[in-house]
């Protein structure tokens, strides 16, 4: 069963930018298609952005231009580089792992449901 772990987590001001990291492991990387995900206090979690075997990636309209999606296969690591950010971002930030061949479209599209394997999540907070 793979494992998440997130990190990178924590205060900034608006404007300001942070760098969430998402180690994996015991599994093959590329047999999953990557995701993070937020959730506010008294809110849905929603995705935010993901990213398929083949390293195209999908956006919520709320966060595109402003974020960016990676991940590191050689380290098994999932990146999401957040900038410009609002306090309307603050919110809990997990990332997922979806089997099979989806793409990013897809699994953005699809959303929680065919997320199988969940972090713990990491708290990010943007004051205005």
């Known amino acids: 069963q793979v494992q998440l772990v997130e990190s990178g987590g924590g205060s900034v001001q608006a404007g300001g930018s942070l760098r969430l990291s998402c180690a994996a492991s015991r599994y093959t990387y590329g047999s999953y298609c990557m995701g993070w995900f937020r959730q506010a206090p008294g809110k849905e979690r929603e995705v935010v952005a993901t990213i398929d075997n083949d390293d195209w990636t999908d956006y919520a309209e709320s966060v595109k231009g402003r974020f960016s999606i990676t991940q590191d296969s050689a380290k098994n690591t999932l990146f999401l580089e957040m900038n410009s950010l609002k306090s309307e971002d603050t919110a809990t930030y997990f990332c997922?792992?979806?089997?099979?061949?989806?793409?990013?479209?897809?699994?953005?599209?699809?959303?929680?449901?065919?997320?199988?394997?969940w972090g713990q999540g990491t708290q990010v907070t943007v004051s205005s």
């Open positions: 997922a792992a979806a089997s099979g061949r989806l793409t990013a479209i897809q699994s953005l599209n699809l959303g929680m449901p065919v997320f199988e394997v």
